[in-house]
């Protein structure tokens, strides 16, 4: 099931946040920034229950369930790139699964429920970033109709590391 996230889920969320990237991110970002994430357990947790007390039409956080668990999820609203900011561009600032839930279908299922409701908030293509070295981030979105546009950058999340921004029309 997909569902739109409650505050509730704050901590959940927090939690796939932060096993995914570790996951995810294992030889992408240094180790010593991972192995420090799960001392921002709390702070992350309150972080999203921010975002979901404030919730907003156009910016949106839907959750993933299989048989009752929290198994990942989606958040995305307005593109924050200068150039395609204020053009009804959407972006997916985050997609994450629980590592024991990868290779489901979870995210292709987030996905298409993303790009539905960012359709009906008027949304006319989106945008995302992804690690330059990331090779499966990069197959999923490809296989999901994703593709670049030519823009790059040098950090992502934060960190020293090369991006590229893949696009899509909705």
Known sequence: MIRQAEVADGPRIAQIHIAAWKAAYEGLLPDDYLSGLDGELEQRAAQWEDWLSS??????????E????????????PAGDKDIAG???????ALYLDPGYSGRGWGSRLMSA????????GFVDGALWVMTDNQSA??????LGWG??????DECMGVPIPAVRYRIEL
């Open 114 to 121: 993303i790009h539905a409701q960012l359709q009906s908030a």
């Open 87 to 93: 053009k009804e561009s959407a972006e997916v600032y």
């Open 148 to 153: 670049t546009d030519g823009s790059e950058k």
């Open 138 to 143: 990069r197959e999923f979105y490809e296989h």
């Open 55 to 64: 919730h907003s039409e156009r910016r949106l956080i839907l959750v993933a």
């Open 66 to 77: 299989e048989e009752g668990e929290l198994v990942g999820f989606v958040h995305a609203g």
